[in-house]
Nanobody, 119 residues
Framework: QVQLQESGPGLVKPSQTLSLTCTVS??????????WTWIRQPPGKGLEWIGY???????HYTPSLKSRTYISRDTSKNQFTLQLSSVTPEDTAVYYC???????????WGKGSLVTVSS
Protein backbone atom coordinates (compact mmCIF):
# COMPACT_ATOMS: atom_id res chain seq x y z
CA GLN A 1 0.00 0.00 0.00
CA VAL A 2 1.48 3.32 -1.08
CA GLN A 3 1.19 6.14 1.42
CA LEU A 4 2.01 9.81 0.97
CA GLN A 5 2.45 12.40 3.71
CA GLU A 6 2.89 16.13 3.26
CA SER A 7 4.98 18.18 5.67
CA GLY A 8 5.97 21.81 5.91
CA PRO A 9 5.04 25.16 7.44
CA GLY A 10 1.36 26.00 7.73
CA LEU A 11 1.97 29.75 7.55
CA VAL A 12 4.06 31.63 5.01
CA LYS A 13 4.50 35.37 4.67
CA PRO A 14 3.73 37.14 1.39
CA SER A 15 6.68 37.30 -1.05
CA GLN A 16 8.37 34.33 0.63
CA THR A 17 8.78 30.81 -0.73
CA LEU A 18 6.37 28.05 0.19
CA SER A 19 8.09 24.70 0.62
CA LEU A 20 6.35 21.37 1.15
CA THR A 21 7.82 17.88 1.21
CA CYS A 22 5.99 14.67 0.43
CA THR A 23 7.33 11.49 1.99
CA VAL A 24 6.36 8.33 0.14
CA SER A 25 6.23 4.88 1.70
CA UNK A 26 5.24 1.52 0.26
CA UNK A 27 6.67 2.29 -3.16
CA UNK A 28 9.65 3.94 -4.81
CA UNK A 29 9.40 7.33 -6.49
CA UNK A 30 11.68 5.96 -9.22
CA UNK A 31 9.31 3.14 -10.15
CA UNK A 32 8.44 3.24 -13.83
CA UNK A 33 5.56 5.26 -15.19
CA UNK A 34 4.58 7.03 -11.99
CA UNK A 35 4.26 10.80 -11.83
CA TRP A 36 4.51 12.39 -8.42
CA THR A 37 2.16 15.31 -8.51
CA TRP A 38 1.22 18.36 -6.50
CA ILE A 39 -2.37 19.61 -6.51
CA ARG A 40 -3.95 22.37 -4.46
CA GLN A 41 -7.42 23.50 -3.49
CA PRO A 42 -7.98 27.10 -2.42
CA PRO A 43 -10.79 27.70 0.09
CA GLY A 44 -14.15 27.44 -1.62
CA LYS A 45 -12.62 26.60 -5.00
CA GLY A 46 -11.86 23.54 -7.07
CA LEU A 47 -8.71 21.49 -7.42
CA GLU A 48 -5.78 23.02 -9.29
CA TRP A 49 -3.03 20.88 -10.78
CA ILE A 50 0.40 22.38 -10.04
CA GLY A 51 2.93 20.00 -11.57
CA TYR A 52 4.80 16.75 -11.29
CA UNK A 53 8.18 15.12 -11.11
CA UNK A 54 8.26 11.89 -13.06
CA UNK A 55 9.87 8.56 -12.20
CA UNK A 56 12.67 9.62 -14.55
CA UNK A 57 13.23 12.92 -12.77
CA UNK A 58 11.73 15.09 -15.46
CA UNK A 59 9.31 17.80 -14.41
CA HIS A 60 6.28 19.55 -15.83
CA TYR A 61 4.37 22.52 -14.44
CA THR A 62 1.08 24.20 -15.15
CA PRO A 63 1.74 27.31 -17.29
CA SER A 64 0.09 29.75 -14.90
CA LEU A 65 2.46 28.81 -12.07
CA LYS A 66 5.50 27.71 -14.05
CA SER A 67 7.61 30.81 -13.39
CA ARG A 68 7.23 30.37 -9.61
CA THR A 69 7.28 26.57 -9.26
CA TYR A 70 10.07 24.11 -8.71
CA ILE A 71 9.60 20.42 -7.90
CA SER A 72 12.58 18.33 -6.89
CA ARG A 73 13.23 14.95 -5.31
CA ASP A 74 15.52 13.12 -2.92
CA THR A 75 15.59 9.50 -4.01
CA SER A 76 17.61 8.45 -0.96
CA LYS A 77 14.74 9.57 1.27
CA ASN A 78 11.96 8.70 -1.19
CA GLN A 79 10.68 12.26 -0.99
CA PHE A 80 9.70 14.97 -3.43
CA THR A 81 9.41 18.65 -2.69
CA LEU A 82 7.35 21.59 -3.94
CA GLN A 83 8.73 25.11 -3.86
CA LEU A 84 6.46 28.00 -4.83
CA SER A 85 8.13 31.40 -4.78
CA SER A 86 6.80 34.93 -4.35
CA VAL A 87 3.61 33.75 -2.72
CA THR A 88 0.55 35.95 -2.22
CA PRO A 89 -2.64 35.36 -0.19
CA GLU A 90 -4.12 33.85 -3.38
CA ASP A 91 -1.75 30.91 -2.87
CA THR A 92 -3.53 30.00 0.35
CA ALA A 93 -4.81 26.46 -0.15
CA VAL A 94 -4.77 22.87 0.95
CA TYR A 95 -1.83 21.31 -0.87
CA TYR A 96 -1.93 17.62 -1.77
CA CYS A 97 0.80 15.33 -2.98
CA UNK A 98 -0.44 12.49 -5.16
CA UNK A 99 0.68 9.68 -7.36
CA UNK A 100 -0.46 9.66 -10.97
CA UNK A 101 -0.03 6.23 -12.45
CA UNK A 102 -0.62 6.05 -16.19
CA UNK A 103 -2.82 3.02 -15.75
CA UNK A 104 -4.99 4.21 -12.88
CA UNK A 105 -4.73 7.99 -12.79
CA UNK A 106 -4.43 9.77 -9.45
CA UNK A 107 -4.57 6.65 -7.34
CA UNK A 108 -2.90 7.68 -4.08
CA TRP A 109 -3.22 10.96 -2.20
CA GLY A 110 -1.75 12.49 0.90
CA LYS A 111 -4.14 13.87 3.50
CA GLY A 112 -3.38 17.42 2.47
CA SER A 113 -1.58 20.29 4.16
CA LEU A 114 -3.18 23.69 4.67
CA VAL A 115 -0.82 26.53 3.85
CA THR A 116 -1.94 30.04 4.68
CA VAL A 117 -0.18 33.04 3.17
CA SER A 118 -0.50 35.96 5.53
CA SER A 119 1.62 38.59 7.20
Amino acid sequence: QVQLQESGPGLVKPSQTLSLTCTVSGGSITSNYNYWTWIRQPPGKGLEWIGYIAYSGSTHYTPSLKSRTYISRDTSKNQFTLQLSSVTPEDTAVYYCTRDSLALGLDYWGKGSLVTVSS
